[in-house]
């Protein structure tokens, strides 16, 4: 079975800082991959991002990099620089099924 | 515009009149998925859908049935809503079931007194 662990439900991060969101992963798949998404007080589910387990390099997209360490099951989003806008929940999701973690809510403080 | 379509995005009902919330895509994905929202919970996959005619349980499916009857419609069904169903639901889309990220629709809040 898989499962999606984000241990964080909240975290507070100042505007400009970089700032790490937790996913860790359990599965016996041989070859799985990991998604984030972005949900705005508004609703809707973004995609930020996804990196394959035989990927080679950590995945980045603008802002947005996961820090994927296999041997740890973990699949960490890194936002740099974080902005007003980047306050949501955010989510990790492995592929398959599209099974979710509970969400870390992030906050931006000017 | 690619989109996944939910209606309707609010309803407040009561215990036990049955309902459907409708979900369209137009991207001809074959891959369509229910989920709901809890707080603390995450979204948790209720049914899904691999092609026409192929449905299967997700891991909260009691309360609830789902057809597919075309590719692009996937409509969820509350036989007798309960208060435990109330919850913030989501469909979504993908070309198929692995590394292709999946469109979801705007959401449905579902309220049942």
């Known amino acids: 079975a898989q499962k999606i662990t984000q241990t964080q439900p909240g975290m507070f991060v100042q505007e400009k800082e970089a700032v790490t969101l937790d996913c860790t992963y359990d599965?016996?798949?041989?070859?799985?991959?990991l998604f984030w998404y972005k949900q705005p007080s508004s609703g809707e589910m973004i995609f930020l991002i996804y990196q394959g387990s035989y990927d080679q390099q950590n995945a980045t997209e603008g802002r947005y990099s996961l820090n994927f360490q296999k041997a740890r099951k973990s699949a960490n989003l890194v936002i740099s620089a974080s902005q007003l806008g980047d306050s949501a929940m955010y989510f990790c999701a492995m592929r398959g099924k599209l099974i979710f973690g509970q969400g870390t809510e992030l906050s931006v403080k000017p | 515009e690619a989109q996944v379509t939910q209606n309707p995005r609010y309803l407040i009902t009561v215990t036990g009149k049955k309902l459907t919330v409708t979900c369209s895509q137009n991207?001809?994905?074959?891959?369509m998925s229910w989920y709901r929202q809890d707080p603390g919970l995450g979204l948790r996959q209720i049914y899904y859908?691999?092609?026409?005619?192929?449905?299967d349980k997700g891991d909260v499916p009691e309360g609830y049935k789902v057809s597919r009857k075309e590719k692009r419609n996937f409509p969820l069904i509350l036989e007798s809503p309960s208060p435990n169903q109330t919850s913030l639901y989501f469909c979504?889309?993908?070309?198929?079931?692995?590394?292709?990220?999946?469109?979801f629709g705007q959401g449905t809040r579902l309220t049942v007194v």
């Open positions: 979504a889309s993908r070309i198929q079931q692995g590394n292709t990220e999946a469109f």
């Open positions: 599965t016996s798949d041989p070859s799985y991959g």
């Open positions: 991207m001809n994905h074959e891959y």
């Open positions: 859908s691999m092609n026409v005619e192929v449905t």
